[in-house]
Structures are given as structure tokens and as C-alpha cells.
């Protein structure tokens, strides 16, 4: 007769009915020792003094509490110093040489200040020629104006002798071809006197004409002298001594920058331009600097660049005499500035539901929803969902669950302890 033997099925069914009641006999008989007393053999006095277990604790993680805190947007930008307004200075007259150069780059100059000097020898030359050509006329008008006196006294004379006529010719005493002749001669007077008012006239305009000339020729006078027209900081110069200067050439002896006026020419990508002001606070700190000098938005550009997304955007920079157009500078707009609760970017999560963050109370994690504001330097502002002083999970969050038990440790503490 043969034996059957048990399917695999039924002898892991049997061993594992033989394990568990293996475990329960072993467990009722420590139980018993340890209500008698006895422990392996140990002294059942000693045994009962030790405590039972502690209860398993959580894992330590840092937490920082909800505190009020001023939070700044910020926006970095970059871009180069430029002069917000150059003038370029050139000469007004041409043909005349550079003898004398009175101010260098980087000098800050008043406006009206001579520059520099040019050659005027053929302007003096022609402003002696017209004084002597004003003298001429003026005593040609002189010598007209006396023959219009002239002219006029024997008018005068005419006109007495033709009444003279008149009364004579009615006593008979005279002839009436005496009268004819004078009255011929009151008609040539009065004719010269015409005459020598024209002359008179003519003189006056060519003197005129002379002084015109003068007022001309001073003005190029005065041209020789290049001026500064606006007050500011020479940036260049290219005027040299000797070099003929043209006023139809493209190089100005110098270049101004007015008011020694310094903006920083940068550019923001066009997702940014919304948030942007006019008069914005900007911290700019050029190539070279230790610190950063304060200035502020003065033009937000209109017009992005299809080809970068970019927009230009001028910052005003204070007076400095260290800042020079062409230079490196970077600066950050302050876009926004709100005081309220804040966290560490650490401590907020985020997921496909929204923003949480996880707060601990009575060593449990507790997972809750908030509505954040303003981020910058570091932190977030919570807007909603958050108490002052709640404790919040620093860092590593995302390895905790809600409910979790925690051993919560200050944040501040740890660091204090160089951890």
C-alpha cells in the first residue's frame, strides 16, 4: 500500500500553523516569568525596576516659525552706462585753424565756457577794412547832407526872388522874362534839393550796409572762440592744435555729456515689462564699485525686439564722477515691497493642487494650503493659510507625509550648534 504524500500547498499551510503557535507558547511563557519574576536567571527585583521600552520616536527635521517680514521683488538687470544726453560741439565757420585747446576729457565745463580757440588774423584783418569803409561813408553822408543844405538855402533864396518878381512886374519896375528866369531857377533848386536828399539816402544805406557787414564779421569773431553750449563733463575730444577745422565734418571736436547726466541702459525680457515703473528704485553697481549707488527708473522702453524679447529700460544714476559712459553696470529694480508674514523659499511646496506648506503641532505633521504674495531674497510672503508663530518644516518637506511623527527641532538652534 503506498503513502500519499501532502501537496506543497498543504505543507506551507502547516508550517506556518506550527510557527505561529510556537510564537503564542513562547509569548505566554515570558509573560508568565516576568509575573514571577524571573528573567533568564536574573534577580526578579532587578528585572521589575528596569522601564518598559520608550515609545519609537520621529525623525528630527528643522522648523522655522511664520514671522512678520518686509519681502522685496526684485528684478535683476544688466547693461551699459551711457550719457543720457550728448552734445556734440562742433566749429561754425570754416578755414580756420585750432591755436588753442583749453579743456581735456573727463573736465566739467559751465555753459558758455571757451573750449577752444581758433586762428582769426583774416578776421581782423577784414573787421580793419570795415571800420575804415564806416568812416568813409560817414563822411560822405556828412558831405551830402551839406550840399542838401546848400541845396536847400538857394531853393530858399529862389523862391524869395520869384516873389521879389511878382511885385515888380506890377509896377513895371521888372520884366516878366526876369520873372521866368527866377521861377526856372526855384524849379532847379528844388530839383537839388531831390538830388541831394537821394545822396544823402545813399550814403546812409552803404554805411548801413558797412555796419551789417561789421555784425557779421564780429559773429565769425566770436566763432573763433568754440564755446561749450550746455553745462557738463567733456566725455571726448577730437580737436587738435594746427588742424583745420570744416564745419561739414562728421568728427565735433568734442562731446558733452549735459549735466554729466549718467543712465544705465539696460534690458528686461518683455514678460517683465508690466510690473515696471517709472520712478522704481534701483540698486546699480558699475563694473569696479564696492557698493551699489541708488538711482531709479527713467524710461520704460515701448518697443520689445521681435528677435530677442527684449525690451530697454534707463535707469537715472546720481551724480558721480566716478561713472563713465561705456562702462559695465548691473543693477536690481525693486518691483514690489510688502511687509506681512513670510517663509523661507525652503519651507513652501508645491504640487499639481497648489501651494502647501507643513506645519508641526504636537510633533505631527499637518499638511495645509496657503496663498503666497511677493518672493524675493529668499523668502515667499504667505498670504493666507498661516498664523504668526505656527512652526513650519524648514527644509525637506517633500519627504514628509501629513500625519507623520516628528521630533521638530529650531531652525535657528541648529544652526547656532553649527549644524
Do not use: C, W
Not at 215 to 223: F, G, I, Q, S, T
Not at 248 to 261: H, M, Q, Y
Amino acid at each position: 500500500m503506498s503513502v500519499k504524500l501532502p501537496s506543497i500547498r498543504g505543507r506551507i499551510a502547516l508550517a506556518l500553523t506550527m510557527t505561529a503557535l510556537v510564537v503564542g507558547v513562547a509569548g505566554y511563557a515570558f509573560r508568565d516569568r516576568i509575573a514571577e519574576g524571573l528573567s533568564f536567571g536574573e534577580p526578579a527585583q532587578a528585572k521589575l525596576a528596569d522601564p518598559l521600552p520608550e515609545e519609537v520616536q520621529g525623525i528630527t527635521v528643522s522648523v522655522i516659525p511664520a514671522t512678520p517680514r518686509t519681502v522685496i521683488d526684485t528684478l535683476p538687470v544688466t547693461g551699459t552706462l551711457v550719457a543720457r544726453e550728448e552734445i556734440m560741439v562742433g566749429p561754425e565757420i570754416d578755414g580756420n585753424r585750432i591755436t588753442e585747446i583749453l579743456v581735456e576729457e573727463g573736465d566739467r565745463v559751465e555753459k558758455g565756457q571757451v573750449l577752444a580757440r581758433l586762428s582769426r588774423d583774416t578776421l581782423t584783418t577784414l573787421l580793419a577794412q570795415n571800420t575804415a569803409n564806416a568812416a568813409r561813408a560817414k563822411a560822405s553822408i556828412a558831405q551830402q547832407q551839406a550840399q542838401l543844405t546848400q541845396a536847400r538855402a538857394q531853393n530858399t533864396e529862389a523862391e524869395a526872388s520869384v516873389e521879389r518878381a511878382r511885385t515888380l512886374i506890377k509896377t513895371g519896375a521888372t520884366s516878366q522874362e526876369v520873372l521866368d528866369q527866377r521861377e526856372r531857377a526855384v524849379k532847379v533848386s528844388a530839383a537839388q534839393i531831390v538830388a541831394a536828399e537821394e545822396s544823402v539816402t545813399a550814403a546812409e544805406a552803404e554805411l548801413a550796409q558797412i555796419k551789417a557787414n561789421r555784425d557779421e564779421l564780429e559773429v565769425r569773431l566770436a566763432r573763433t572762440e568754440i564755446r561749450a553750449p550746455e553745462a557738463g563733463i567733456v566725455s571726448s575730444r577730437a580737436a587738435r592744435i594746427g588742424a583745420i577745422v570744416l564745419s561739414a565734418n562728421s568728427e565735433p571736436l568734442f562731446r558733452i555729456v549735459k549735466d554729466g547726466a549718467i543712465d544705465l541702459d539696460a534690458e528686461v525680457p518683455e514678460s517683465s515689462l508690466p510690473r515696471l515703473r517709472v520712478g522704481m528704485p534701483v540698486a546699480v553697481t558699475p563694473a569696479g564699485f564696492d557698493a551699489p549707488v541708488a538711482g531709479s527708473v527713467r524710461l520704460v522702453g515701448a518697443r520689445v525686439d521681435p528677435a530677442t524679447r527684449l525690451a530697454r529700460v534707463a535707469v537715472a544714476l546720481p551724480d558721480d564722477p566716478r561713472l563713465r559712459p561705456g562702462a559695465y553696470g548691473r543693477g536690481v529694480i525693486e518691483v514690489a515691497r510688502h511687509d506681512g508674514l513670510a517663509l523661507p523659499q525652503s519651507a513652501v511646496q508645491f504640487d499639481a493642487d497648489g501651494t502647501y506648506v507643513l506645519v508641526v503641532k504636537d510633533d505631527t505633521v499637518h499638511q495645509r494650503a496657503v496663498v503666497t504674495g511677493l518672493r524675493g531674497e529668499g523668502f515667499i510672503e504667505i498670504a493666507k493659510g498661516l498664523a504668526e508663530g505656527e512652526e513650519v518644516v524648514a527644509r525637506a518637506g517633500g519627504f514628509l507625509r501629513d500625519g507623520d511623527r516628528v521630533t521638530p527641532v529650531p531652525l535657528v538652534e541648529r544652526q547656532g550648534s553649527g549644524a
